[in-house]
């Protein structure tokens, strides 16, 4: 089992940014891909990015250029730095885990291992 607990949620204006952070406890988490997902009301939870064991990262069209992911293994942590936010980034982030496969993981399905989720709201 991996246990994850996401922080660093909250309200911002639009333009500002946050980073998020989800730690991780259980597992080596050296051999766990990763990812952010995102859920807005009423919609379906979203992949955002990901990052696998040997740290290729992998981000959905909507959000490059201002979303960054990174990961630290030795505090068994990854991180969501989110830039110029935007009103429609409101949602509640949630951060992923799977054990390491060979293709990228972009779907809810793809992965085992869930956290309870960080809420953002952006204010315009």
């Known amino acids: 089992q991996v246990q994850l607990a996401e922080s660093g949620g909250g309200l911002v204006q639009a333009g500002g940014s946050l980073r998020l952070s989800c730690a991780a406890s259980g597992r080596t988490f050296s051999n766990y891909d990763m990812g952010w997902f995102r859920q807005a009301p009423g919609e379906e939870r979203e992949f955002v990015v990901g990052?696998?064991?040997?740290?290729?990262?992998y981000y959905a069209d909507s959000v490059k250029g201002r979303f960054t992911i990174s990961r630290d293994n030795a505090k068994n942590t990854v991180y969501l730095q989110i830039n110029s936010l935007k009103p429609e980034d409101t949602a509640v982030y949630y951060c992923?885990?799977?054990?390491?496969?060979?293709?990228?993981?972009?779907?809810?399905?793809?992965?085992?291992?869930w956290g309870q989720g960080t809420q953002v709201t952006v204010s315009s």
């Open positions: 990052i696998s064991r040997d740290r290729v990262i």
């Open positions: 992923a885990a799977r054990y390491s496969r060979a293709w990228n993981g972009r779907t809810v399905g793809d992965y085992a291992y």
